[in-house]
């Protein structure tokens, strides 16, 4: 079974930039499109990017659209997710998953630890 280990969160300014990673076990990694979630204090967990399997098609949610872009190294078992333009709005501990498709929210891996993004105003 796949599992995603995330990192790179922090806290930064608002305007600021960071970039988080997504690190996969196992050999069929490059089997599944995978997406980034997040989570705000209190609400429920949200879809924020997603790419596919050979990382040609990418989808993002309507917030990120033009701050955020997803990537993915399959040599490196890795998928990233570069932020910029960071907004208070994107605070939230964010999370990756193995998805069905990049427009589907079925998960088909556990969820993570997480990493915390926290952009101070």
């Known amino acids: 079974q796949v599992q995603l280990v995330e990192s790179g969160g922090g806290l930064v300014q608002a305007g600021g930039s960071l970039r988080l990673s997504c690190a996969a076990s196992?050999?069929?990694?490059?089997?599944?499109?995978t997406g980034w979630f997040r989570q705000a204090p209190g609400m429920e967990r949200t879809f924020v990017a997603a790419i596919g399997r050979i990382g040609g098609s990418t989808h993002y949610a309507d917030s990120v659209k033009g701050r955020f872009t997803i990537s993915r190294d399959n040599a490196k078992n890795t998928i990233y997710l570069q932020m910029n333009s960071l907004k208070p709005d994107d605070t939230a501990v964010y999370y990756c998953?193995?998805?069905?498709?990049?427009?589907?929210?079925?998960?088909?891996?556990?969820w993570g630890q997480g990493t915390q993004v926290t952009v101070s105003s």
């Open positions: 196992g050999r069929t990694f490059s089997s599944f499109a």
């Open positions: 998953a193995a998805i069905t498709g990049i427009y589907s929210t079925t998960v088909l891996t556990p």
